[in-house]
């Protein structure tokens, strides 16, 4: 079984920055080879929307709206790790963050079956 496991999360300052990490394990895992990894975020009392996605080799990536120009993701494929660095955060960035895998560079949820648990980032005014 293919595990996603996030860390980075915390408390920073408005216009602070964090790096998110994504790690996937299990012997599953090399069945991903290929895969597509984002990351999603869901705010109290909303739902869960998306962030970045980035593809198996990297050469593409993919941001909504409201965190381009801010939010950078990467993947070291060798360390079987996905990032997000996150730049001039803002109150309303405030969320848990989930990494997921899944076969294509897509912004749906519905197109992932694989999630991690998530971390908690706030962003104080």
């Known amino acids: 079984q293919v595990q996603l496991v996030e860390s980075g999360g915390g408390l920073v300052q408005a216009g602070g920055s964090l790096r998110l990490s994504c790690a996937a394990s299990g012997r599953a895992f090399n069945s991903f080879n290929g895969y597509a990894m984002a990351w999603f975020r869901q705010a109290p009392g909303k739902e869960r929307e998306f962030v970045a996605v980035?593809?198996?080799?990297?050469?593409?990536?993919t941001y909504a709206d409201s965190v381009s120009g801010r939010f950078i993701i990467s993947r070291v494929n060798a360390a079987n790790t996905v990032y997000l660095q996150m730049n001039s955060l803002k109150p309303e960035d405030t969320a848990v963050y989930y990494c997921a895998a899944g076969p294509t560079q897509a912004t749906r949820e519905r197109s992932y079956a694989t999630w991690g648990r998530g971390t908690q980032v706030t962003v104080s005014s």
């Open positions: 980035i593809t198996w080799s990297g050469t593409s990536t």
